[in-house]
């Protein structure tokens, strides 16, 4: 069956991709994102459906952090009380409904993020990118394959 995706940055796609040339398993992306809608699209429809609504007032970045951490709990619901076994990367064994209700509760969370950062200034896949330059550089590969430790256990 078709599901609507999002186009994350770029840069997450090549991530996967060096992933898969290096040997490593790409789990995080076993299916690639519709090209078709970018995160200027969503945010333009979002922005688009606040306004004919009149929503905009309700909108502090403060509210719609917390309203984001309230759709966190949502998603984290649906993934409650099974295994990691249960929540293997692609969600294999789940029913066509629990899918659905994971898939909803992700788009929840992505619009709240999409709507912090338009009312809070972000451009989300500029931050987003700078952000993963970041990590590359507190987490060198060559370092930290295979760890799950913080950055401040390796740099002492």
Known sequence: RERAMVLLPAAVRVLALSAGRAGLSPQCCASPFSESVTLEDLRR???EFVAERDWAQF???RSLALALVGEV????ETLQWRSDEGARPGLPGWTDD???AFE???????????RLADVAGVDL???TKRKFAKNR???PAEV???????YSQYRR
């Open 59 to 61: 909108h502090t970045p």
């Open 144 to 150: 930290v394959r295979g760890s799950a430790a913080k």
């Open 125 to 127: 896949p500029v931050a």
């Open 45 to 47: 429809e979002q922005a």
């Open 137 to 139: 550089d507190k987490y």
């Open 73 to 76: 709990g949502e998603l984290c």
């Open 98 to 100: 629990e899918r659905v």
């Open 104 to 114: 909803d509760e992700l788009a929840d969370v992505l619009s709240y993020v999409l």
